[in-house]
């Protein structure tokens, strides 16, 4: 990075660091007048408060090699699919949804700057390409390591899913250092370390999100497996008094069901010992830990 590009990117962290955060009313004003009015400028308030949470992501990708400046702009054209779909009647705030499309964004850019044509186009390909260096830091294995065990291979197959030819393979390519990469983040400029020093904090790396996501994706499909195993009236006592966010009380339960209110409290605690019970054998066939 030269001299006048690196003094750009100063500038423009300081300025993003500089921009005023919105407040709760403030964020829904400024989204509903956008998502109902077009506005630009409710737009603009929206996108630039919200520029220093696509410097905090970015920093989750900073061990691919990729400048900073880079990430954050794929993350800044995340941001913008965001306010096109963001709903803000829904009650969800806009840091929250917008996350998830800044980091797509993201994982996009880094996939393809890693040349991966034909590895990464499934969710357990991406998810081993984004995960290998954490199971590999589990397992005590140096980051440039050119050399994996079998028993180590196998036991990240394992963990991520994949299979264990699919681990070498990417082991290699971070190994080899992919062609596409530019200069590593040691030898990031004054203005990126700068840039890091701001926006650096206690934020969940990439790495641990995917995996995270994969593993709350499994625990909800294994829920849904253990469910199957109530009959419909447990399903319904169990849905109405454990699953939903407003629960109906004993009476309500007891005078649709035609059963006295103790009658349905010994139900309630029959069935969610019942699950409880499929969760925990479900969770030890399929190696899922809660």
């Given at each position: 990075?030269?001299?006048?590009?690196?003094?750009?990117?100063?500038?423009?962290?300081?300025?993003?660091?500089?921009?005023?955060?919105?407040?709760?009313?403030?964020?829904?004003?400024c989204a509903k007048d956008w998502r109902e009015k077009q506005s630009k400028k409710a737009l603009d308030?929206?996108?630039?408060?919200?520029?220093?949470?696509?410097m905090k992501v970015a920093q989750g990708y900073r061990g691919y090699g990729l400048p900073i400046s880079e990430l954050?702009?794929?993350g800044n054209v995340g941001i913008l699919q965001a306010t096109n779909n963001f709903d803000p009647e829904k009650g969800v705030k806009f840091s929250?949804?917008?996350?998830?499309?800044?980091?797509?964004?993201?994982?996009?850019?880094?996939?393809?700057?890693?040349?991966?044509?034909?590895?990464?186009t499934t969710s357990a390909q991406r998810k081993l390409f984004f995960g290998l260096r954490k199971m590999k830091r589990a397992l005590d294995i140096e980051d440039n390591s050119s050399y994996l065990t079998n028993e180590k291979i196998q036991t990240i197959a394992e963990k991520l899913e994949v299979k264990p030819q699919e681990v070498v393979e990417m082991h290699n390519r971070f190994a080899a250092k992919?062609?596409?990469?530019?200069?590593?983040?040691s030898m990031a400029s004054e203005s990126e370390a700068e840039w890091i020093e701001w926006v650096s904090d206690d934020s969940e790396s990439q790495e641990d999100v995917i995996l995270d996501q994969d593993e709350h994706r499994r625990k909800n499909k294994l829920f849904e497996q253990a469910i199957l195993c109530l009959s419909d009236r447990e399903k319904y006592i169990i849905s109405e008094r454990r699953l939903k966010e407003d629960p109906k009380t004993l009476e309500e339960i007891a005078q649709e069901l035609g059963l006295s209110r103790e009658r349905v409290r010994q139900l309630e605690v029959q069935t969610f010992d019942k699950?409880?019970?499929?969760?925990?054998n479900l969770s030890f066939e399929q190696n899922i830990h809660f």
């Open positions: 990075m030269n001299q006048s590009a690196e003094e750009l990117c100063k500038r423009y962290a300081r300025t993003v660091m500089n921009i005023p955060v919105l407040s709760s009313e403030e964020e829904y004003i308030r929206l996108v630039s408060s919200h520029l220093r949470l696509v954050v702009a794929e929250t949804y917008s996350t998830w499309w800044i980091r797509a964004s993201m994982q996009e850019y880094v996939l393809k700057s890693w040349s991966l044509v034909k590895m990464g992919d062609s596409s990469l530019n200069a590593p983040m699950l409880k019970k499929a969760v925990k």
